[in-house]
């Protein structure tokens, strides 16, 4: 699936997420509450040591608000914000886990590795702007304007805003 950089007011961007975090918790904690109660009065023993039926429940309640995250919550509008952040840094990750590939196709003018370290460079950058921390980028701009000058030297268009699964996977072929 290819993931694409959208531009995003990093305000609204943690409102979004701040009020579906809150969702998400305002769902599991009743489940989790509801789901011990009845596994207690079911299978509990009145004054008996009733924890592993409470953790049972709070265990349910879990797997319950991951489900319906995943298959209710997950395509509606107030967790758009959310589901972007995730897909941000679950994409970012993808390309940490080849990174030592990324560096040495760079070394070698690969314009695939050159592509990827770009769109890297650019995902990092918002999302260090939309969580709200400018100190964690600020290390890394002397080598994100020093690659994006050899893009330009090599005529290699700036803009990789989109994340093409195709060069993850040529990095990964055998004998790269």
């Known amino acids: 699936m290819i993931f694409e950089i959208k531009p995003m ?8 997420t701040r009020r579906s975090t809150l969702t998400i918790i305002l769902t599991f904690v009743p489940l989790a509450l509801l789901l011990s109660g009845l ?4 299978f509990g023993s009145p004054g008996g040591d009733n924890f592993r039926w409470n953790l049972g429940g709070v265990i349910g309640g879990l ?38 590939q990324v560096q040495a196709g ?42 994006q000058a050899r893009m330009q030297a090599l005529g290699i268009d700036t803009e990789q805003n989109r994340l093409d699964p195709a060069w993850l996977a040529a990095l990964k072929r055998p004998g790269r």
């Open 9 to 16: 007011d990093a305000e609204q961007y943690r409102r979004q």
């Open 39 to 42: 596994l207690v009065l079911l």
């Open 63 to 100: 797997l319950l608000t991951v489900l319906l995250v995943r298959r209710l919550y997950w395509t509606q509008p107030w967790m758009a914000a959310a589901v972007y952040g995730w897909q941000l840094k679950r994409s970012l990750m993808s390309v940490t886990n080849v990174m030592h």
């Open 106 to 147: 760079v070394a070698a003018n690969d314009p695939t590795a050159i592509k990827l370290l770009r769109f890297y460079h650019l995902g990092l950058a918002q999302m260090h702007q939309l969580d709200g921390n400018s100190s964690g980028l600020s290390q890394m701009v002397h080598e994100i304007d020093e690659h």
